[in-house]
Antibody, heavy 122, light 107 residues
Framework: QVQLQESGPGLVKPSQTLSLTCAVS??????????WSWIRQFPGKGLEWIGN???????HYNPSLKSRISISIDMSDNHFSLRLTSVTAADTAVYYC??????????????WGQGILVTVSS | DIQMTQSPSSVSASVGDRVTITCRAS??????LAWYQQKPGKAPKVLIY???SLQSGVPSRFSGSGSGTDFTLTISSLQPEDFATYYC?????????FGQGTTVEIK
């Protein structure tokens, strides 16, 4: 079965760029029909969808973050990545990668990675 | 964006109780709605998709209903492992959005 694993720094300084990678195992990231997604959860427990990428390279981003985010995909290494620029303390959160599956247009996030806590602090 | 509002924010219940959580969307979302369960320190896990379809491996005591803007998650007989936080999420349009969560606590 497909498994996802996030990696990256757990501490980022304000104004710098947050970079995370999600490694996909147990299946090919080039398989069609999936949106490879990033979601974050704030310390107060609210969940925010960040954006996604299809295997074609097409992306959808949350308008609230659109000017600061970039999601890319690496077919050869079976992973996808998130870059978030100009971070502030408000970007402190647990970051999850997830696969969104949409058979017959009925979508849900499954599976999720275990999550990685990213703290923005000097 | 479609705003998702859950109620109640928390509920205290006993093992064996029937628990109902509601979710209201700010715009029509047909049946493009999913429910997730999250336990402390873990990622959310999908329970229901398409408003009423049970994810494979999820116990049948979980059920979902609704369409349009109003949705319900029901746990027919609460088990000890069901004490957790539950989120609804609309899957109709981008950006995807989540409810604020409902915590089911031990009474």
């Amino acid at each position: 079965q497909v498994q996802l694993q996030e990696s990256g720094p757990g501490l980022v300084k304000p104004s710098q760029t947050l970079s995370l990678t999600c490694a996909v195992s147990g299946g090919s990231i080039n398989s069609g029909g999936y949106y490879w997604s990033w979601i974050r959860q704030f310390p107060g427990k609210g969940l925010e969808w960040i954006g996604n990428i299809y295997n074609s390279g097409s992306t959808h981003y949350n308008p609230s973050l659109k000017s600061r985010i970039s999601i890319s995909i690496d077919m050869s290494d079976n992973h996808f990545s998130l870059r978030l620029t100009s971070v502030t303390a408000a970007d402190t959160a647990v970051y999850y990668c997830a696969r969104e599956i949409c058979p017959n247009g009925v979508c849900r996030f499954d599976p999720w990675g275990q999550g990685i806590l990213v703290t923005v602090s000097s | 964006d479609i705003q998702m509002t859950q109620s109640p924010s928390s509920v205290s219940a006993s093992v064996g109780d029937r628990v109902t959580i509601t979710c209201r969307a700010s715009q029509y979302t047909s049946t493009w709605l999913a429910w997730y369960q999250q336990k402390p320190g873990k990622a959310p896990k999908v329970l229901i998709y398409g408003a009423s379809s049970l994810q494979s491996g999820v116990p049948s005591r979980f059920s979902g209903s609704g369409s349009g803007t109003d949705f319900t998650l029901t746990i027919s007989s609460l088990q000890p492992e069901d004490f957790a936080t539950y989120y609804c999420q609309q899957a109709n349009i981008f950006p995807r959005t989540f409810g604020q969560g409902t915590t089911v606590e031990i009474k």
